[in-house]
């Protein structure tokens, strides 16, 4: 018997007309995404605007992303962003470095995890203008994969099987004004507090991965300092299991 999310993939799926939404937001809306089963097996591909409509959604249409936690060396502390106001699907929330997708436009970004890893680089450049060069692909420590939905309002949400990856780095920011309102670097602490700050909203992903994960690899991050006492991101290898998808509510 066929999955919800391939039978989605195979139905006849909703549109509608961006002409009201920011330009260039529309424009990256016609980048398609990677569909998957429950397994995160690939089973088709759809452009982004079909993939967060809330109505094939509901179906169980589901496509593949990634979250991107970027650690400084020296302290440990995280690069957070919020949301720029064009945004289509959550704006002006806080959200963990750079969330988005590997694209089905891209063979190389097909490829799980290095797929991911890829994506996530271009990302990076493209919202926060972090040169890639600072973001080597193989400096990417993949954690798992988590399998959530949410809505953003009544017509976009999200259906993921989510790629967690964390990166130590000193990168250069230089934020792209369409994607991004504002960024920061936070602790442990601050971030507690931003989460206990009534005023802030955080995308459902970036407080799903904080409550149940988030802090504890942090921690482990931060205990697992080298001799040189630089955190880094490849000496969490085994800190999760990465061959499963958890699934999150």
Known sequence: MSSPAVLAARATLASIDLTNYDPEQSRLMDERCILVDEDDNIIGAADKKTCHLMVNITQGLLHRAFSAFVFRPSDGKLLLQQRASEKITFP????NTCCSHP??????EKADVIGA??????KLEHELGIPQSQTPVNEFQYLTRIHYLAPSNGMW???EIDYILFLTANVTVTPNTNEIRDHKWVDKAELQSMFDDTSNSFTPWFKLIARDFLFGWWDELL???GADGLVSA???VGVADGSKVIKMT
């Open 92 to 95: 002006d929330m806080w959200t």
């Open 103 to 108: 694209l089905d436009d891209f063979e190389e």
């Open 117 to 122: 890893q890829i994506a996530a680089s271009r």
């Open 157 to 159: 949400g999200e259906h």
């Open 223 to 225: 205990n697992r300092k």
């Open 234 to 236: 490849k000496s969490l």
